[in-house]
């Protein structure tokens, strides 16, 4: 495999320029990986984002400015893929951060190895989460399981019914992929079922959802 193949582009944002520089040299040492610009806040990441258009953003969250969630939706609805790469693991980080269409979320203090994996699934549109971020998710869903669907759920179930895919369902409601996915994940945690076919028909069956007359 050619290095053009291989390769995969990256821009770094932080706003401490000691961490830019210790992350710029850990990937320099490995000829899988091009750094191709780093970002000091937000605003700059959309800048140079948008003029290098790298396979991956490692983005911090906490910056002056346009923070790293507000960057990172900004960046997602356009099609970004944005690693998060933070030192803060709460629900009031994780969740917001993933909801704004973050690819992948990791810590700071992961091993070279764990995060040169995490670039490549990231580069790869695969998701990638910290056990901790992890762990809220699974929460979120189960803590949300006894309740009715939410209006907004409904409006994504009666999309998905309709045979939208996520990404027509988000630009018909003005929200991103990462929310319709959220919703999903909340629906099928209310119903009782692991995917959207099973969660139209459990939908149907409980009369959420009313069949349309024939034409």
Same mark, same amino acid.
């Given at each position: 495999?050619?290095?053009s =193949?291989?390769? !995969?582009? &990256?821009? !770094? ?14 990937f ?10 780093e ?5 700059e990441?959309?800048?140079?984002a948008?003029?290098l258009?790298?396979d991956?953003? &490692?983005?911090? &969250?906490?910056?002056?400015?346009l923070?790293g969630?507000?960057?990172?939706? =900004?960046?997602a609805?356009g099609g970004?893929r944005v690693?998060v790469l933070t030192t803060y693991?709460t629900d009031?980080h994780?969740l917001?951060a993933?909801?704004?269409?973050a690819?992948?979320?990791l810590l700071?203090d992961?091993p070279r190895? =764990?995060l ?6 990231t580069?790869?549109g =695969?998701a990638?989460l910290a056990p901790?971020a ?5 929460s979120?869903?189960?803590s ?6 939410? /209006?907004?759920?409904?409006?994504v179930? /009666?999309?998905?019914a309709a045979?939208a895919t996520?990404?027509?369902?988000a630009?018909k409601l003005f ?7 959220s919703?999903?994940?909340n629906?099928?945690?209310k %119903?009782?079922?692991?995917?959207r076919?099973a969660?139209?028909?459990?939908a149907?069956?409980?009369? %959420?959802? !009313?069949?349309?007359?024939?034409s």
């Amino acid at each position: 495999m050619s290095r053009s =193949e291989a390769v !995969i582009r &990256l821009l !770094i944002v932080d706003d401490h320029p000691v961490v830019r520089d210790g992350l710029s040299s850990m990937f320099a040492r490995d000829p899988e990986f091009e750094v191709v610009g780093e970002a000091g806040d937000g605003a700059e990441a959309v800048r140079l984002a948008d003029a290098l258009r790298p396979d991956v953003i &490692l983005m911090d &969250l906490r910056m002056p400015g346009l923070d790293g969630v507000s960057a990172t939706r =900004e960046l997602a609805g356009g099609g970004a893929r944005v690693l998060v790469l933070t030192t803060y693991d709460t629900d009031s980080h994780v969740l917001p951060a993933i909801e704004a269409g973050a690819t992948g979320y990791l810590l700071k203090d992961a091993p070279r190895d =764990e995060l040169l994996q995490a670039v490549r699934a990231t580069a790869r549109g =695969e998701a990638v989460l910290a056990p901790s971020a992890a762990a809220l998710l699974m929460s979120r869903v189960r803590s949300s399981a006894s309740g009715p669907l939410s /209006q907004r759920e409904l409006e994504v179930l /009666q999309l998905v019914a309709a045979g939208a895919t996520n990404r027509e369902a988000a630009a018909k409601l003005f929200v991103t992929e990462a929310t319709v996915k959220s919703h999903l994940l909340n629906i099928y945690g209310k %119903l009782g079922v692991g995917d959207r076919a099973a969660a139209v028909t459990e939908a149907f069956n409980r009369g %959420l959802l !009313i069949p349309r007359p024939p034409s």
